[in-house]
């Protein structure tokens, strides 16, 4: 019995739907981090009776066909990339993004990796570096004797030092766009890297053309809406619980006809 197969798909699939759901809201709280949406699709049908065959020795066609679905599948899972609240920390070293763009870091390996998480530190020798200890690309210095670390809208980094009055620039920071930014593989720790879909790295600084403005003592708070996230919760869990009644429909029509002599 088809309808056994394609309900379970359906489930499957919801299965899927609640547990984006979740990692969403288990990150409600994670800096910089975007919503998923999963996608889904219908799949392939198969015809009892096929659109446009002849129907008589007259010629006569089949005005409209009679096809059954074989249920659904996951097509995709999609980043949301609206813009999270800015929070104020007063942190000098934390930084958002107001606008596109993300912050370029160099992972151990070499490769670049992207995040929109800027909350900021110093190594043991000055670099800013990530939470996990990543440096920002390119790499920026800064003395250990600063006494302010101020960092402007377009990046560029400035530190003033005992004895001096006069602030000194000692790096500015790179962003990255994207021409898909849904093309970007999520490698956690709040990093992405580039593919084939995202296109290569589109570099730049704050404040110029197709990049956003970078906010001092700021972080990206997600942009996670748990209204949301429950309604649509309990769309799935209803779903969910219609395929499970397919089933079970499915499966007393099983019973009454093998109960037939």
Same mark, same amino acid.
């Given at each position: 019995?088809?309808?056994?197969?394609?309900?379970?798909?359906?489930?499957?699939?919801?299965?899927?739907?609640?547990?984006?759901?979740?990692?969403?809201?288990?990150?409600?709280?994670?800096?910089?981090?975007?919503?998923?949406?999963?996608?889904?699709?219908?799949?392939?049908?198969?015809?009892?009776?096929?659109?446009? /065959?002849? $129907?008589?020795?007259? #010629?006569? +066609?089949?005005? %409209?066909?009679? @096809?059954?679905?074989? !249920?659904?599948?996951?097509? *995709?899972?999609?980043?949301?990339?609206?813009?999270?609240?800015?929070?104020?920390?007063?942190?000098?070293?934390?930084?958002?993004?107001?606008?596109?763009?993300?912050?370029?870091?160099?992972?151990?390996?070499?490769?670049?990796?992207?995040?929109?998480?800027?909350?900021?530190?110093?190594?043991?020798?000055?670099?800013?570096?990530?939470?996990?200890?990543?440096?920002?690309?390119?790499?920026?210095?800064?003395?250990?004797?600063?006494?302010?670390?101020?960092?402007?809208?377009?990046?560029?980094?400035?530190?003033?030092?005992?004895?001096? /009055?006069? $602030?000194?620039?000692? #790096?500015? +920071?790179?962003? %990255?766009?994207? @021409?898909?930014?849904? !093309?970007?593989?999520?490698? *956690?720790?709040?990093?992405?890297?580039?593919?084939?879909?995202?296109?290569?790295?589109?570099?730049?600084?704050?404040?110029?053309?197709?990049?956003?403005?970078?906010?001092?003592?700021?972080?990206?708070?997600?942009?996670?809406?748990?209204?949301?996230?429950?309604?649509?919760?309990?769309?799935?869990?209803?779903?969910?619980?219609?395929?499970?009644?397919?089933?079970?429909?499915?499966?007393?029509?099983?019973?009454?006809?093998?109960?037939?002599?």
């Amino acid at each position: 019995m088809r309808s056994l197969d394609i309900a379970g798909t359906g489930m499957q699939a919801q299965q899927t739907n609640v547990e984006v759901i979740a990692n969403n809201i288990a990150n409600m709280t994670t800096t910089g981090f975007k919503r998923r949406r999963p996608e889904f699709q219908d799949l392939i049908y198969q015809d009892i009776r096929r659109v446009g /065959t002849m $129907s008589s020795d007259s #010629g006569t +066609l089949v005005p %409209a066909g009679a @096809q059954v679905g074989l !249920g659904v599948r996951t097509a *995709g899972i999609y980043r949301i990339n609206v813009q999270g609240t800015l929070e104020q920390t007063n942190n000098s070293l934390d930084l958002a993004i107001e606008g596109p763009g993300y912050f370029q870091v160099t992972l151990p390996s070499g490769e670049y990796a992207y995040t929109r998480d800027g909350t900021f530190s110093l190594s043991d020798t000055g670099q800013i570096v990530t939470a996990d200890g990543y440096p920002v690309s390119p790499g920026i210095t800064v003395p250990n004797n600063a006494q302010t670390v101020t960092i402007d809208q377009t990046g560029q980094v400035q530190v003033t030092v005992s004895g001096q /009055t006069q $602030s000194t620039v000692v #790096g500015q +920071l790179q962003m %990255a766009t994207f @021409q898909n930014e849904n !093309g970007l593989a999520a490698m *956690g720790q709040n990093l992405f890297t580039e593919t084939q879909s995202s296109g290569n790295a589109i570099t730049g600084t704050g404040q110029s053309v197709g990049f956003g403005d970078i906010r001092q003592g700021y972080v990206e708070e997600s942009n996670v809406n748990v209204v949301t996230e429950i309604t649509d919760l309990i769309t799935a869990q209803r779903a969910y619980e219609m395929n499970s009644k397919v089933i079970t429909a499915s499966d007393q029509m099983l019973q009454t006809l093998t109960g037939l002599k």
